[in-house]
């Protein structure tokens, strides 16, 4: 499933594609304040939102679709990456000008 979100809407929205066709709304999971950005663990198994109003990223069971938790960051993250062991996560924090780094484990991600 592909994911996207829309900074006005508090949700994420899980996509099916097929080729370069958007066949359906799969999905709708509500997150945080103005999700900025989104992140998929290496195993799919979860996702990340940086919810840039609320200061904060919501961690997304992918199968359930359903927000297990809420990691405070950083102010307004606007970006959010996972690195390719699945074991930390990244934001970019535009008000506060810095960069948030989250253990996966202390959070629930399970590592590859």
Do not use: K
């Amino acid at each position: 499933m592909d994911y996207v979100c829309l900074p006005l809407d508090p949700s994420v929205y899980g996509l099916t594609v097929s080729g370069a066709v958007l066949d359906a709304v799969a999905a709708e999971i509500p997150v945080g304040t103005s999700p900025s950005g989104i992140a998929v663990t290496p195993d799919g198994r979860h996702l990340l939102a940086a919810d840039r109003d609320d200061d904060a990223l919501s961690l997304v069971d992918a199968a359930t679709r359903q927000r297990i938790a809420v990691i405070p960051v950083g102010t307004r993250p606007f970006g959010v990456t996972i690195d390719a062991a699945g074991q930390r996560a990244y934001t970019a924090n535009v008000g506060s000008n810095d960069v948030s780094s989250e253990w996966a484990s202390s959070y629930g991600f399970p590592l590859p």
